[in-house]
């Protein structure tokens, strides 16, 4: 799995390649808004600008999607770094300062700690799902009501009857 280290929070977190940032960071409990994001976000609608992220370098190169529609109109004035992380999606390790809009004490020193130690890359394939648990082929246990659908007919009307005509 891809890692994102999120570089205020000095924090590591794995996710599945193509999931949302935005929703990673949230689940994760860090914090993507600065006060206004807080008051009143757009849950992830590309529409308040409130879920900056800066992209730092150190990461796996095109870790995240390309910017979207929404991101090149909405991110005009900004850092050609910073991106919407409600608008990208994980593909690949990455290294994110969050609320690059608010300072960060030792930036320098901060960002030279996240850079010296190892991204791991992780696998960049989703888990094979569990097996399917075994299809039993007895019906009994089952009322009339669970049990296997009957089979039907159609009416002159065009309206579905049961088998049985009633
Ligand atoms: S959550 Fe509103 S723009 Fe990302």
């Known amino acids: ?25 949230l689940r994760e409990g860090i914090e993507l808004y600065g006060l206004k994001g807080r008051l009143g976000n757009c849950g992830g609608c590309g529409q308040c600008i409130t879920c900056f992220v800066e992209v730092v370098e150190g990461g796996a190169h095109n870790a995240l999607t390309e910017l979207t529609s929404v ?5 005009k004035r900004r850092p050609q770094t910073w991106r919407l992380a409600c608008q990208a999606l994980v593909e690949k390790s990455v290294m994110v ?3 690059p809009q608010v ?56 309206g579905v009857l049961p088998a049985d005509g009633r």
């Open 1 to 25: 799995m891809p890692v994102i280290r999120f570089v205020r929070e000095q924090r590591d977190v794995e996710c599945y390649p193509g999931e949302n940032l935005r929703e990673v960071a």
């Open 71 to 75: 991101e090149l109109l909405k991110l």
């Open 97 to 99: 300062l969050t609320k």
């Open 103 to 158: 300072g960060l004490g030792d930036r320098e020193g901060e960002l030279i700690r996240a850079r010296s130690l190892p991204l791991p890359e992780g696998p960049t394939a989703w888990p094979e799902p569990p097996a399917a648990p075994q299809q039993e082929d007895s019906q009994e246990g089952l009322t009339a009501h669970e049990g296997a659908a009957s089979p039907s007919t159609t009416s002159d009307e065009g």
